[in-house]
């Protein structure tokens, strides 16, 4: 039995083992939101703000995104998984944000104008300012609608909250929407390969196990007969010996 219950083992974590390492991965950020949170607009801004989180949180462009003070996150669902962006590619309005609607702003925040976005160009230094140095360009124009929420996640809370594998079909079938600014474009490209390499490896590891757990059954099933065949060969090696023995005596 320790035997099948190995080959089951090995066959869920031969799975996992064939993603490759440099795929991208989610990461946990401790950050757990219960229910579908409510999502208020950013005044001149097409961003939404969670008023009752205390966590600096928001929805822009088909994705949510959070920042824990150092690093910004992304996820297509409001509870994650959550997968790190890079501070070059977190879109221009995300960073236009003003200072009043980060809940939990971090230290170096302190002393600026709650009303202006943040000196990403200070904190981040001259190399993004560099290569970032548009964020600040450019007025919002009117025409610049925000993404429709994706409020049929509302339906999707505690043990009802779907695994990684599930939310991309989900996601497929309740919301019809294709980001506009360019670098929301690829974290959302990024995020549907994920999730199709999530779904892909949740399907392979469903078809280890019920392989895995159809041998166990097979061997089982053996198990009576190879007991009844081990016991026929005793009692035919015992029938040779009382043979072998009546002979010797007589």
Same mark, same amino acid.
């Given at each position: 039995m320790r035997s099948l219950v190995t080959a089951v083992?090995?066959?869920?974590?031969?799975?996992?083992a064939a993603v490759p390492a440099s795929a991208a991965v989610s990461v946990s950020i401790g950050l757990n939101i219960p229910a579908y949170p409510r999502l208020v607009g950013v005044p001149g801004y097409p961003v939404y703000y969670a008023?009752?989180?205390?966590?600096?949180?928001?929805?822009?462009?088909g994705l949510y995104w959070y920042f824990d003070g150092a690093s910004w996150y992304d996820s297509p669902w409001y509870n994650g998984p959550w997968t790190i962006v890079d501070p070059f590619y977190v879109?221009? !309005?995300? @960073?236009?944000?003003?200072?009043?609607?980060?809940?939990?702003?971090?230290?170096?925040?302190?002393g600026w104008n709650a009303g202006y976005?943040?000196?990403?160009?200070? $904190?981040?230094?001259?190399?993004?300012?560099?290569?970032?140095?548009?964020?600040?360009?450019?007025?919002?124009?009117?025409?610049?609608?925000?993404?429709? @929420?994706?409020? !049929?996640?509302?339906? !999707?809370s505690g043990n009802n909250y779907p695994s990684?594998?599930?939310?991309?079909?989900?996601?497929?079938?309740?919301?019809?929407? $294709?980001?506009?600014?360019?670098?929301? %474009?690829? %974290?959302?490209?990024?995020?549907?390969? @994920?999730q199709q390499q999530q779904a892909a490896q949740a399907q392979q590891q469903q078809t280890n196990r019920a392989a895995?757990?159809?041998q166990m059954r097979n061997q089982q099933q053996q198990q009576p007969q190879q007991r009844h065949e081990q016991r026929e060969q005793r $009692?035919?090696?015992?029938?040779?010996m009382s043979g072998r023995a009546w002979g010797a005596g007589g």
């Amino acid at each position: 039995m320790r035997s099948l219950v190995t080959a089951v083992l090995l066959a869920l974590a031969s799975a996992t083992a064939a993603v490759p390492a440099s795929a991208a991965v989610s990461v946990s950020i401790g950050l757990n939101i219960p229910a579908y949170p409510r999502l208020v607009g950013v005044p001149g801004y097409p961003v939404y703000y969670a008023p009752d989180l205390n966590a600096n949180y928001f929805f822009y462009d088909g994705l949510y995104w959070y920042f824990d003070g150092a690093s910004w996150y992304d996820s297509p669902w409001y509870n994650g998984p959550w997968t790190i962006v890079d501070p070059f590619y977190v879109p221009t !309005y995300i @960073l236009r944000v003003p200072v009043r609607y980060y809940h939990r702003p971090p230290a170096w925040f302190h002393g600026w104008n709650a009303g202006y976005a943040p000196r990403w160009h200070e $904190h981040w230094g001259h190399d993004w300012s560099q290569r970032r140095g548009d964020w600040q360009r450019g007025e919002v124009h009117a025409s610049t609608r925000p993404a429709p @929420l994706p409020s !049929y996640q509302q339906r !999707y809370s505690g043990n009802n909250y779907p695994s990684a594998a599930q939310q991309a079909e989900i996601h497929s079938r309740q919301y019809n929407y $294709h980001p506009r600014e360019q670098v929301a %474009r690829q %974290r959302y490209a990024d995020h549907a390969a @994920l999730q199709q390499q999530q779904a892909a490896q949740a399907q392979q590891q469903q078809t280890n196990r019920a392989a895995a757990l159809e041998q166990m059954r097979n061997q089982q099933q053996q198990q009576p007969q190879q007991r009844h065949e081990q016991r026929e060969q005793r $009692h035919e090696q015992q029938r040779d010996m009382s043979g072998r023995a009546w002979g010797a005596g007589g």
